[in-house]
T-cell receptor, first 110, second 113 residues
Framework: GQQVMQIPQYQHVQEGEDFTTYCNSSTTLSNIQWYKQRPGGHPVFLIQLVKSGEVKKQKRLTFQFGEAKKNSSLHITATQTTDVGTYFCAPNFGNEKLTFGTGTRLTIIP | DTAVSQTPKYLVTQMGNDKSIKCEQNLGHDTMYWYKQDSKKFLKIMFSYNNKELIINETVPNRFSPKSPDKAHLNLHINSLELGDSAVYFC????????????FGPGTRLLVL
């Protein structure tokens, strides 16, 4: 079956520390998107990765797509309080829908 | 201008009632979606319409019935509400079906008592 596991489920970090969330699939993905949902808000698109081994950066955020296109990661350098929220990976298995991961809820300790 | 809007924002109702949630997008997108997010924040797709045609229908009780009068609107009607229906329901849209970026509405927080 098409399943995706996202870890960790929760992450508490001190402000200024780094943060990483991982998304792992048992099958090869066509592509993967990442979304961020602030507390009380709605998911907002961050990025899409398509190519094997692709790395994209957005300021302090670095997104990677594995060589085998089965896993992906989002790394935030030097977290800030504005980074608080839940980060979802949303892989596509080659059909017409996104399958959202379970999310990683990031809290920042000031 | 709000790209994807939903009404109502909050909905509190009794078990057994019937309720509707409305969604509109002004992005000119062809595809619209309904997602359910439970208390654990799991986000599950329920339905998707492409140009008013149903293309995704996940395992959802048939008490849930989507309707798309035109490609800018996707409504969700729920019959005989149950306690387990309490959740946040998000509408979303994308330019086309498939791997396009999805734009989410603000959500409708449904509480069934």
């Amino acid at each position: 079956g098409q399943q995706v596991m996202q870890i960790p489920q929760y992450q508490h970090v001190q402000e200024g520390e780094d943060f990483t969330t991982y998304c792992n699939s048992s099958t090869t993905l066509s592509n993967i998107q990442w979304y961020k949902q602030r507390p009380g808000g709605h998911p907002v698109f961050l990025i899409q990765l398509v190519k094997s081994g692709e790395v994209k950066k957005q300021k302090r955020l670095t997104f990677q797509f594995g060589e085998a296109k089965k896993n992906s990661s989002l790394h935030i350098t030097a977290t800030q309080t504005t980074d608080v929220g839940t980060y979802f990976c949303a892989p596509n298995f080659g059909n017409e829908k996104l399958t959202f991961g379970t999310g990683t809820r990031l809290t920042i300790i000031p | 201008d709000t790209a994807v809007s939903q009404t109502p924002k909050y909905l509190v109702t009794q078990m057994g009632n019937d309720k509707s949630i409305k969604c509109e997008q002004n992005l000119g997108h062809d595809t619209m979606y309904w997602y359910k997010q439970d208390s654990k924040k799991f986000l599950k797709i329920m339905f998707s319409y492409n140009n008013k045609e149903l293309i995704i229908n996940e395992t959802v009780p048939n008490r849930f019935s989507p309707k798309s009068p035109d490609k800018a609107h996707l409504n969700l009607h729920i019959n005989s509400l149950e306690l387990g229906d309490s959740a946040v329901y998000f509408c979303a849209s994308s330019l086309r079906a498939g791997v396009e970026t999805q734009y989410f509405g603000p959500g409708t927080r449904l509480l069934v008592l």
